[in-house]
């Protein structure tokens, strides 16, 4: 009887400790270089040429957002509406139960366009139920999305299997698109707001302590920045982080001719006192 009792406790102990072993969630999902996503293997689908999602420097640390990495997915015009990148099964999310703590899930996003933003949920035998999809109701700035998945807990595959694999659909337009989107996304499982230090220079949007106006803007041909301190050098970055000009100064008061850019969004980086102030500008 004893023996019997001993193996019966032993066995139970020994499946606490599997289960224990196999449930973990690897998350915020912060593409950081030591955090989580960077390194995973994402996989692109139904995008027409499924072009690579990119981990790249966060081409607007401004709001919410100021952290150093995000991932980047282009839409493709001629891709299909649910296009969009999953995670690896087996290694990247881990493995864990869908539940009251699980349940609830947080992304920032980065969009030019309104539209579907989805997340769906895999098992390892590939089950899932629906994804869920919320809107974006903010464009060119970052704005956070939660979704609640608390309707699924016990539901379909969810009760007896666990998650291992997370998709994500950044631009679910059913209307068709006129253009490929760009669209940024960060701070998966994260919080309402990160300000992360970035290696070399800070990147600030706004320093108290250091005056920055930029003005006209909107804008259709020159634009001035004025600072009561000495600006050293003007970047401006594209929506895609790309730097399109560049201009090294020794004054106060800069002026920037931009008639030939593309009318859009742009980011205007002045380096002031060793600190880097960005500041939006729209191109008419």
């Known amino acids: 009887m004893m023996k019997n009792l001993l193996r019966t406790t032993l066995f139970g102990l020994t499946t606490v400790?599997?289960?224990g072993s196999v449930t973990a969630q690897n998350v915020p999902i912060d593409f950081e270089t030591s955090g989580n996503g960077a390194s995973w293997t994402w996989t692109v689908f139904e995008n027409a040429t499924n072009p690579a999602l990119e981990i790249i420097e966060n081409p607007d640390k401004s709001g919410i957002n100021t952290s150093c990495t995000v991932a980047k997915f282009t839409a493709l015009q001629a891709g299909n509406p649910?296009?969009?990148?999953?995670s690896q099964?087996?290694?990247?999310?881990?493995?864990?139960?869908?539940?009251?703590?699980?349940?609830t899930i947080k992304i920032m996003v980065w969009k030019s366009v309104i539209s579907d933003v989805g997340i769906k949920l895999v098992t390892p035998t590939a089950a899932a139920m629906v994804e869920i999809k919320i809107p974006n109701t903010l464009t060119n700035q970052w704005e956070l999305l939660t979704f609640d998945f608390s309707g699924y807990i016990g539901q379909g595959p969810y009760a007896s299997e666990m998650v291992d694999q997370i998709?994500?659909?950044?631009?679910?337009?059913?209307?068709?698109r006129t253009q490929d989107n760009i669209c940024y996304f960060d701070n998966v499982w994260g919080v309402d707001s990160?300000?992360?230090s970035c290696a070399g220079t800070t990147s600030i949007m706004e320093n108290e302590?250091?005056?920055?106006?930029?003005y006209p803007n909107p804008v259709q041909n020159n634009f001035s920045i004025q600072s009561e301190s000495i600006i050293d050098e003007v970047n401006i970055y594209n929506?895609?982080?790309?730097?399109?000009?560049?201009?090294i100064t020794s004054s106060n008061v800069v002026s920037t001719d931009i008639t030939?850019?593309?009318?859009?969004?742009?980011?205007?980086?002045?380096?002031i006192n060793g600190q880097l102030i960005k500041k939006r500008i729209t191109k008419d």
């Open 239 to 247: 929506v895609m982080g790309s730097i399109v000009s560049k201009e």
């Open 17 to 19: 400790l599997i289960t």
């Open 260 to 271: 030939h850019f593309v009318p859009g969004v742009y980011f205007v980086e002045a380096s």
């Open 89 to 103: 099964h087996g290694a990247d999310l881990g493995a864990f139960m869908l539940d009251a703590n699980t349940s």
């Open 167 to 176: 998709v994500i659909f950044p631009d679910f337009d059913l209307g068709g």
């Open 82 to 86: 649910w296009a969009g990148c999953e």
């Open 209 to 214: 302590k250091i005056s920055f106006e930029l």
């Open 194 to 196: 990160v300000a992360v």
